[in-house]
């Protein structure tokens, strides 16, 4: 049974920073681009970063550029989201997603509300 499970959310303030770690499970982790996405409180679930199978290539969303760093370590079947100067509308859920062609995995999130 296929397991992705997020951790390292919480409540920051303005200007701090979090890193979210996302564990895969009974996949083959290294056959999966993997990204993370939010789902701000009323609003739809927005992509934020990704990253490729072996780590190679990256995107991000323009919100996420120059304060957020995606990275993978394919050993631990983990990926990671580092997030610096977190502003207050980065506070949602924060979701981790697995991709391979057509075989879409989500974790169940983890909440990062951030004061101002």
């Known amino acids: 049974q296929v397991q992705l499970v997020e951790s390292g959310g919480g409540l920051v303030q303005a200007g701090g920073s979090l890193r979210l770690s996302c564990a895969a499970s009974?996949?083959?982790?290294?056959?999966?681009?993997m990204g993370w996405y939010r789902q701000a409180p009323g609003k739809e679930r927005e992509f934020v970063a990704a990253?490729?199978?072996?780590?190679?290539?990256?995107s991000y969303a323009d919100s996420a550029k120059g304060r957020f760093t995606i990275s993978r370590d394919n050993a631990k079947n983990t990926v990671y989201l580092q997030m610096n100067s977190l502003k207050p509308e980065d506070t949602a859920i924060y979701y981790c997603r697995a991709d391979r062609t057509i075989t879409t995995y989500w974790g169940p999130g983890t909440q990062v509300p951030v004061s101002s």
């Open positions: 009974g996949l083959t982790f290294g056959s999966y681009d």
């Open positions: 990253i490729s199978r072996i780590g190679d290539s990256t």
